[in-house]
């Protein structure tokens, strides 16, 4: 059974750092471009980042640039998204998808086909 799980979340204050990982399992992840998307309450889903199955390209959404930053192990299967810099605005749940797709990768969601179950970060004084 292909399934991802989400981890690394919690409460932060603002300024703050969070590392989520993305771990696969029942599949190798080597061939599967990663994304990494957030909802929060009352808003549309939308794509943060994403990483190809090389790891060779990477994609972030405008307003997160500098702040956040994907990478990939595949020698663990995971995949990881590094923020920084945390502020209120960033407080969702965030969920991981994977794409089998060689090449670049995509911030939209209606390109992946697994999901996770999503972890929640809370940036809060």
């Known amino acids: 059974q292909l399934q991802l799980v989400e981890s690394g979340g919690g409460l932060v204050q603002p300024g703050g750092s969070l590392r989520l990982s993305c771990a696969a399992s029942?599949?190798?992840?080597?061939?599967?471009?990663i994304g990494w998307f957030r909802q929060a309450p009352g808003k549309e889903r939308e794509g943060v980042s994403c990483?190809?199955?090389?790891?060779?390209?990477?994609n972030y959404a405008d307003s997160l640039k500098g702040r956040f930053t994907i990478s990939r192990e595949n020698a663990k299967n995971t995949v990881y998204l590094q923020m920084a810099s945390l502020k209120p605005e960033d407080t969702a749940v965030y969920y991981c998808?994977?794409?089998?797709?060689?090449?670049?990768?995509?911030?939209?969601?209606?390109?992946?086909?697994?999901w996770g179950q999503g972890t929640q970060v809370t940036v809060s004084s």
């Open positions: 029942g599949f190798t992840l080597d061939y599967y471009a």
């Open positions: 998808a994977a794409r089998r797709i060689r090449g670049r990768c995509s911030r939209l969601e209606d390109d992946y086909d697994y």
């Open positions: 990483i190809s199955s090389s790891g060779l390209s990477t």
